[in-house]
């Protein structure tokens, strides 16, 4: 799997777009991207995933180069129930043995 | 539909014990997975199971086993607790193959703590 790189933490206020971006200079051709978001105290949610240009769906937007080295996730007017450690992972969509791996993930605290 | 449901919610082991955490899912998945967090860090794979019948090892399988059951069930068994195993755990289903990146659906989390 492609090791990625995200900020630890960030802070932004109630009613702000948040873009958060993950490096991932080693994602291979057939890796897709894939978006996690996980509140204190539940298990991970799936937000979002893509392969190239942009994807949208209900909940936020994904932004993807065209060298695919890296990844923004955009939350569009954050309320404070968007506090949560959001974890980007890169991988293969095929059936195989490699192994999903989460990182330590972003710490996003929004602000009234 | 209940989605993954884990059991228990909370449990306080001494040393030595054994205790074993049950998962099932209700959606049909393949794919079965535990892992483990620890405060302020991400979750590691302790063993996924691509099929009824199969299981693997993922980042950090000591000290732990694991049963497919069948389908449903997925089971995480400690044998004999170490404080090193305090944590919180995960179980996740997908529908597609182990290590793929179809989407997991969580369970609510074990927290285990071992004294």
């Known amino acids: 799997l492609a090791k990625t790189t995200q900020p630890i933490s960030m802070d932004s206020y109630e009613g702000q777009e948040v873009n958060i971006t993950c490096s991932h200079n080693n994602i291979a051709t057939n890796d897709y991207i894939t978006w996690y978001q996980q509140f204190p105290s539940q298990g991970p949610r799936f937000i979002i995933q893509g392969y190239k240009t942009k994807v949208t769906n209900e909940v936020a937007s994904l932004f993807i180069p065209a060298d695919r080295k890296s990844s923004t996730l955009s939350l569009p007017r954050v309320s404070l129930s968007d506090t949560a450690v959001y974890y980007c992972?890169?991988?293969?969509?095929?059936?195989?043995?490699?192994?999903?791996?989460f990182g330590k993930g972003t710490r996003l605290h929004i602000l009234p | 539909n209940a989605g993954v449901t884990q059991t228990p919610k909370f449990q306080v082991l001494k040393t030595g014990q054994s205790m074993t955490l049950q998962c099932a899912q209700d959606?049909?998945?393949?794919?079965m997975y535990w892992y483990r967090q620890d405060p302020g860090m991400g979750l590691r794979l302790i063993y996924y199971s691509a099929s009824e019948g199969t299981t693997d090892k993922g980042e950090v399988p000591n000290g732990y086993n694991v049963s497919r059951l069948n389908k449903r069930e997925f089971s995480l068994r400690l044998e004999s607790a170490a404080p090193s195993q305090t944590s919180v755990y995960f179980c996740?289903?997908?529908?597609?193959?182990?290590?793929?990146?179809?989407?997991?659906?969580f369970g609510p989390g074990t927290r285990l703590t071992v004294l």
């Open positions: 959606m049909n998945h393949n794919s």
């Open positions: 996740a289903s997908s529908d597609g193959g182990a290590g793929s990146l179809n989407e997991q659906f």
């Open positions: 992972l890169v991988g293969d969509m095929s059936y195989g043995d490699d192994k999903i791996i």
